[in-house]
């Protein structure tokens, strides 16, 4: 069936994943190798996700060929027999994640290299769920979905328990192997009705199958469609954290370490969504051709509204600055969601500029509650009373991470939010406006929070004897890390233009024939 | 010169000696930077007025206009738009005038975090600016959300003792509104086929049903009456305007209040005509409850700060009664009216700053007499309760005359109801005079009580010189507002038969 040649060949699009392996694996060789290593792990770790970071970019310039072999037939964008895609949009997610994964490699140094050991686990582990992210976002059949979801998922549950002799580490990483075994076995019911019903595990077939048997009369019933929408969504709820799939959120967010909580709440959950995506485009074809008789827009609708619920009522209540991140990272993929009920071009791209944007604000704002946690030893927003005046700097910027996670101008969370709900807008139809003022009225609740925490930093007194007491230094990468998501944050909030061509560019060249 | 931003330039400057001041650690420096920036925008201002053509109809003057955020396809059209016509030079004249006066004010009443005080007064400035010269809706839309951060600071940071509470409040409440006209914008945008453009949306959303209008008008009204404040949306105004600080008060009555009804006059009844008049019975109803519940609470109060933050209540009445009769006499006394409110109430806020900074009381059974010891202060306050009330050749008289006189061509119920309130005001401001001033000094400590000194006496001047000025030459702002306020009334339909823009062109729609 397969053309050995031709799979050889295609191997020239792995490139940036075999490099990334290639990485992963002197990673090892240099922890079991070289004494006293943290410096040089956390040097290698930088270095190989800024090579893998580079060749994307050069396979994202020489799109659509072949990076190995230009001369390869370029017509085809499913590669290995069509279990994966090879398009912008893949590659964009790809520069999303190692992105993130840099910048997670930076906030994660200084503080590993406080820990008595498991710090060259905990690069190998974090790439290595990157790698899976990586398949992710080009896996096109439900097997390569599954799989490469399992090894994100499964590197996940490790990284959560990397802190030796903590009972919240170790709580978090069993409910979240639990939680995560349970999701998964739901997607996995919810694959084998897909492929017992097509025959195909490719989503495009199955899509184009499923339109076929309704074409034939002989369509989905309603109650099976409904069941197998809502077993799979379970799978991608429990990746983007979306409600009622988010109980392991907060505490894996607690019990984690703080560097791998913020790589949590950017990485897997960006790739899920561009999974889902995938998914969604390929299983559910609307636009062109028509629609399958599943309730799936009725279900992410409510999944989002949902999960904005939970998101930003749950917020409302936190005293722990983690567990307050987690339930503000479950309100933005309901944001996200929002975008999946119209599902148009025009959204997916709004969804993409989203999650660009929200990578770089969240990480700035957990860079913050690292800092807070690790320098100054505070972990609930009262804590944080009267840091504004301690610390001007360091609380200025979480104020700008704040403010753009709300969604105010001029930062880059009020453009995100404006694509987002102006596209659904546009979209058009008494669904998409309702939600529309449902976003609008949980932004409003939203910003309650995140006021609450520059409310703690500048509105109150200090607590006794800490009053102008100055503040540790902070190391370099950290500094780093603020000033370049500060100034992301800021630049796409106000020349957010070439990202939002970008992305629109990603879905039209990339999925946008099949939506 | 044409090619010079000079609106840019107003706008900008605080800004910038905001981000500058962040190197400046000296106190007094920071001060003395403040106040030369600030009235050096004063002085731009008043350049403005002066370069404003009145004869120029209603076109936006000083026009700058760039290309922010655009696709090739023409699906994106984001403008960094300036301009002023009649109705905006007012607003950032009123605007550029008060904070100079602010910075004086809080010369020696904010003691801690100095510079900070000053970076978010000055960034404050340019939110405010921005909001009465954005031609575009979208930059409109940026500066009114850029105001919120550094006014929440002003009250929450340097404010009375229930600070913490009033920010919140005030911020909850505007956020609240902002939002959903934040939905408001990006429907008009769609419904126009991609338009931010102000001037040309009133034409391009005639399209529009009426159910949607009426949607709209309350996405985007419920924002602006939250800023005006009408009844019943003004509970946040008495907590915000007692507990801010005396420069964080003047802003909050000065200019913050007539955004809301800018808004309204600028917004919501050019781009939809028919919604604002399905809307109107409501609004002018709303403004009468409001004239006269404000009114009755001033008359209830014992502090006299929140007895003047009720008395805006009150007079913001006036100006949304004006607005909402739809003539061309309501829609201009509303905007007389809005800065009269701003000289009057700004001057107010100060002198009851001045009389705290001495005796760190603002309860009006504290006080009695003391005309006696501050004779000079006592003289001042009277002009400005005068005005406050609306005394022949002051300027409170002509606005609230002209708004009443809208009112009586198409409303006369709604008018008669609204006089009652002229009443009110007087009863109450009197009577706050009489307490405060006149008799024999109740109180021993109040003997030793300062005048008021030089610095102070100058730093009112401007407002004393505008209210006598206004008076009796009200024509230095209705000339230039007219073609202003008769062009965003045109669309709308006036109710009733009498009406004075009767022979103004309506739009066939």
Redesign the interface.
């Known amino acids: 069936m397969l053309d050995a040649r031709v799979v050889l060949q295609q191997l020239g699009y792995l490139a940036p994943e075999a490099l990334l392996t290639v990485v992963v694996l002197a990673l090892i060789g240099v922890d079991i190798a070289v004494r006293r290593n943290v410096r040089v792990l956390g040097l290698l770790a930088l270095l190989g996700t800024l090579a893998v970071l580079g060749v994307l970019f050069r396979a994202w310039s020489a799109y659509p060929h072949n990076l190995f072999y230009p001369d390869a037939p370029v017509a085809e964008t499913a590669i290995f027999g069509g279990s994966a895609m090879y398009d912008r949009f893949g590659l964009f997610f790809k520069i999303l994640f190692l992105v993130a994964a840099g910048m997670a490699v930076l906030f994660t140094q200084p503080v590993v290299s406080r820990w008595p050991r498991g710090q060259g686990e905990t690069y190998v582990l974090m790439l290595s769920c990157t790698l899976g992210m990586m398949f992710m976002a080009s896996a096109n059949d439900l097997l390569m979905m599954y799989l490469s979801l399992e090894f994100v998922s499964v590197t996940s549950y490790i990284m959560a328990g990397l802190r030796q002799r903590n009972q919240r580490s170790a709580e978090a990483s069993l409910k979240y192997i639990i939680y995560g075994a349970a999701a998964s076995g739901m997607m996995l019911y919810g694959i084998t009705f897909l492929y017992g019903l097509t025959g195909s595990l490719q989503v495009d077939a199955i899509g184009a199958k499923l339109v076929e048997l309704q074409g034939e009369g002989a369509g989905v019933p309603q109650t099976m469609s409904l069941v197998i929408s809502v077993l799979v969504m379970a799978g991608f709820g429990y990746k983007i954290a979306a409600a009622p799939f988010h109980m392991w959120c907060p505490d894996v967010y607690e019990g984690a370490p703080t560097p791998i909580t913020a790589f949590f709440s950017v990485g897997p959950k960006a790739a899920g969504f561009a999974m889902l995506v995938r998914f969604l485009a390929g299983v559910y074809q609307t636009g062109g051709g028509e629609q399958v008789p599943f309730d799936w827009n009725l279900i992410v609708a409510l999944l989002a509204v949902l999960t904005m619920a939970v998101g930003n009522f749950g917020a409302l209540q936190q005293q722990n600055l983690k567990r307050l991140m987690a339930y503000s990272s479950i309100g933005h993929s309901g944001y996200v969601l929002l975008a999946f009920v119209a599902f148009g071009p025009e959204n997916v791209a709004s969804a993409m500029f989203y999650l660009v944007v929200y990578v770089i604000m969240n990480v700035g704002a957990f860079v913050v509650v690292i800092v807070l946690e690790e320098r100054f030893g505070i972990e609930t927003v009262d804590d944080c009373r009267g840091l504004g ?1 301690r610390a001007p700097v360091l609380c200025a910027l979480m ?1 700008l991470f704040m ?1 753009s996670l709300t969604g ?3 930062t880059a969370g ?2 995100g939010k ?1 694509f987002l ?2 596209e659904l ?2 979209a058009g139809g008494a669904l998409n406006i309702t939600l ?2 449902a976003g ?2 949980f ?2 609740i939203s ?2 929070y995140y ?1 609450r925490v520059i ?1 703690a930093m ?3 007194r200090a607590r006794e004897g800490e009053e102008g007491v100055a503040c540790p230094a902070i190391p370099l990468a950290f500094q780093a890390l603020l000033w370049l998501t500060a100034f992301g944050t800021l630049w796409y909030g106000i ?3 070439g990202l ?2 970008a992305t ?1 560019e990603v879905v039209v060249q990339g999925i946008l024939p099949k939506i | 010169m044409d090619n010079v931003p000079w609106l840019s330039l107003v706008t900008w400057l605080p800004a910038a000696a905001a981000a500058g001041l962040l190197a400046v650690s000296r106190k007094e420096l920071i001060k003395k930077i403040a106040l030369a920036v600030s009235s050096a925008v004063a002085v731009g201002a008043i350049l403005l007025v002066a370069g404003f053509d009145a004869g120029a109809g209603e076109r936006m003057q000083f026009a700058e206009s760039v290309s922010w955020i655009a696709t090739d396809d023409g699906a994106l059209d984001i403008r960094y738009a300036l301009g002023v016509d009649g109705i905006s030079l007012a607003m950032v004249f009123l605007t550029a005038l008060l904070i100079p006066l602010c910075v004086l004010a809080s010369w020696s009443a904010v003691k801690v975090r100095v510079r900070a005080f000053y970076a978010a007064l000055l960034s404050l400035e340019t939110g405010m600016l921005g909001v009465f010269m954005a031609r575009d809706l979208f930059l409109f839309y940026v500066f009114w959300e850029a105001m919120l951060i550094p006014m929440i600071l002003i009250i929450g940071v340097w404010g009375g003792p229930r600070r913490v509470y009033a920010s919140v409040k005030f911020l909850v409440y505007t956020m609240a509104g902002s939002l959903f006209m934040l939905v408001g914008v990006l429907y008009c945008y769609f419904a126009s086929d991609g338009m931010f453009d102000m001037e040309r949306l009133p034409a391009g959303l005639a399209g529009l049903s009426l159910q949607e209008q009426k949607w709209l008008f309350l996405a985007f009204g419920i924002a602006f009456a939250i800023k005006v404040p009408l009844f019943p949306f003004h509970t946040w105004l008495p907590d915000a305007h007692v507990e801010a600080p005396t420069a964080g008060s003047v802003i909050l009555a000065g200019v913050l209040l007539k955004m809301g009804a800018y808004g309204f006059l600028r917004i919501c009844i050019p781009f939809f005509p028919e919604g604002a008049a399905a809307f109107a019975p409501a609004v002018v109803a709303l403004s009468v409850v409001s004239i006269l519940f404000g009114a009755l609470m001033c008359m209830a109060q014992s502090d006299i700060k929140k007895l003047i933050a009720y008395s805006s209540v009150s007079h913001l009445g006036f100006v949304m009664l004006g607005l909402f009769s739809f003539t061309l006499a309501g829609g201009q006394g509303a905007v007389l009216q809005m800065v009269n409110h701003g000289l009057s109430t700004g001057a107010l806020f100060l002198l009851v700053g001045i009389l705290y900074e001495r005796a760190h009381r603002r309860g009006t059974d504290d006080f009695g007499g003391l005309a006696k010891p501050m004779p000079r202060y006592a003289t001042m306050f009277m002009i400005v309760t005068l005005s406050s009330i609306g005394l022949p050749g002051l300027n409170g008289f002509v606005g609230e005359f002209l708004a009443l006189k809208g009112a009586f061509e198409t409303r006369q119920g709604a008018a008669v109801l609204a006089a009652l309130g002229v009443v009110l005001g007087a009863v109450y401001m009197l009577k706050l005079y009489r307490d405060v001033f006149w008799g024999p000094v109740t109180a021993r400590r109040n003997e030793a009580l300062l005048d008021a000194s030089p610095l102070e006496a100058v730093s009112l001047a401007p407002l004393l010189v505008l209210i006598v000025v206004l008076g009796v030459w009200p024509g230095l702002i209705l000339n230039r507002t007219e073609p202003a306020v008769r062009a965003a009334l045109e669309r709308v339909a006036p109710p009733g038969e009498y009406s004075m823009s009767r022979e103004a062109p309506h739009a066939d729609r």
Request: no cysteine; aromatic share 24%.
């Open positions: 005046w104020t403010l105010l101008p001029p009020f453009v404006l709900f102006g807008i546009q529309v003022v609008v009225m932004s409003v910003l309650y006021a409310g500048f509105l109150f020349f957010p233009e939002f061509r629109k």
